[in-house]
């Protein structure tokens, strides 16, 4: 016959108390990162001000690409344009020359795609398109540099998917803005309103292989 162990329920005890805890723990510091996070994108949305621009750097950096946020849904400024993300490739022939292609549109099939599947990667690659097209269409040249290193990067991956059997060399990209009809022309389609063009020199083939490239519509 065993003999009873006294100091066992005192470590069932202890052990109870320190799961206990463990627990509360999780819960402080999920709640913790919660409301920093809410707190700094509400600090995000809040007009210009002196405490906002000192800290501008380093709060961007933490919301954009991912959790960039606008009041663009609302009036005064309600959005009035749509921009599309459009690439050609110049790739090697079997005869060893280089080919051009068209453009092709690689933003509007993930749009499409996000539209019918709204919990998905798509989001987060729709997210890195438009940072780079913002970052690429600043005064700042810094930006400028930031935001095409951005978008080849973007293009290249999207070019990989859609032409998988292409010895790719160089990508260019290019952003088309349709700004919609005014007010008073609002019965035209979207399509109607004008349209503005930038673009990228070529630059060099650069695929970027990630979980969410692989969802990507071809």
Request: proline content about 8%; glycine content about 4%; overall charge positive.
């Amino acid at each position: 016959m065993e003999e009873n162990n006294p100091a066992r329920p005192a470590e069932v005890i202890k052990s109870v108390i320190a799961k206990r805890w463990a627990l509360r723990l999780w819960i402080v510091l999920l709640a913790g990162i919660f409301v920093l996070h809410f707190s700094l994108t509400a600090f995000y949305l809040t007009p210009d001000n002196t405490l906002k621009v000192r800290w501008w750097e380093p709060l961007n950096r933490y919301m954009d690409p991912l959790f960039t946020q606008n009041w663009k849904l609302f009036a005064p400024n309600p959005v009035s344009q749509h921009k599309d993300l459009w690439v050609k490739i110049r790739y090697v022939q079997p005869d060893g020359n280089l080919r051009e292609t068209g453009w092709k549109n690689i933003t509007r099939p993930i749009f499409r795609e996000k539209q019918t599947a709204r919990i998905s990667s798509e989001g987060r690659v729709i997210r890195y398109f438009h940072a780079g097209m913002r970052s690429f269409e600043e005064k700042d040249p810094l930006q400028q540099k930031k935001g095409k290193w951005m978008l080849i990067r973007a293009a290249s991956t999207a070019v990989a998917t859609r032409f998988p059997d292409k010895e790719i060399r160089k990508v260019k990209a290019r952003i088309v803005t349709n700004t919609f009809p005014r007010f008073k022309e609002r019965r035209q389609p979207d399509d109607r309103g004008p349209l503005q063009f930038r673009e990228t020199e070529w630059r060099d083939y650069a695929p970027v292989k990630s979980p969410a490239e692989k969802e990507w519509p071809r």
